[in-house]
């Protein structure tokens, strides 16, 4: 278990990262709490039993507010906050579930989170994942929020399997999320924006000057 020592020296190393990115003049910054990652440990149910982070819902989820404000406090009000929550650990009520992240949600506003990146699962072998994943299975937790009341207040962005242009465009067409976020379709293809500026019919979007001639 992280000692409450680790626990201080990780909120100074979260307050002085953050600062260090804004030096940067970086847009956006997004913070991680899904798919293993170290947030997504506190706020499950099977993890840290102590009385500070474990136990109840509102002890489990104190760490990661608790840090999301540090972030806050040290990023502009006027550049956006994302947050990446692991909606789902598809391991049922024994597990984080979409209902506690529809509580979650509201705290996060409260804060300033601009953007709810909203993934799944990754922290249990016992998860039970729909077989064969389909193209944008996480969408509908993206869904489900902004079908609730804090839909307005909050964007989000789904992830997972997003890979072709028509389907990332109709995603935020449906309303079903704000943005879309990609990974892997941009390892395969690094030059995807155009490509897909080109067969959604944009005509006016700018190419970067070193491509200029391969228009």
């Excluded at 000692?3 to 307050?15: D, E, G, H, L």
């Excluded at 902004?146 to 935020?172: C, D, F, H, R, W």
């Amino acid at each position: 278990m992280v000692s409450f020592y680790n626990i201080s020296f990780f909120r100074k190393f979260i307050k002085k990262n953050t600062t260090q990115i804004y030096k940067s003049e970086s847009e956006a910054v997004s913070k991680f709490s899904s798919s293993s990652f170290f947030f997504e440990s506190y706020i499950n149910s099977r993890f840290f039993f102590s009385t500070f982070t474990g136990g109840s819902f509102e002890n489990r989820v104190r760490l990661l507010l608790e840090l999301t404000s540090l972030v806050r406090q040290a990023w502009p009000s006027t550049k956006p906050l994302s947050v990446r929550l692991s909606c789902d650990e598809w391991v049922g009520s024994e597990g984080w579930t979409m209902e506690d992240t529809l509580r979650l949600i509201p705290q996060l506003i409260e804060l300033g989170v601009d953007i709810i990146d909203t993934s799944s699962g990754g922290n249990s072998s016992s998860q039970k994942l729909p077989v064969p994943l389909q193209p944008g299975y996480q969408v509908p937790f993206s869904e489900a929020i902004k079908n609730s009341k804090y839909g307005t207040k909050i964007m989000t962005a789904p992830v997972g399997l997003i890979v072709e242009a028509k389907q990332a465009n109709e995603i935020v067409e449906q309303g079903y999320g704000d943005l879309v976020l990609m990974a892997r379709e941009y390892l395969r293809d690094p030059h995807f924006p155009l490509r897909a500026a080109k067969e959604l019919g944009v005509e006016e979007f700018s190419w970067p000057p070193q491509y200029q001639r391969a228009k």
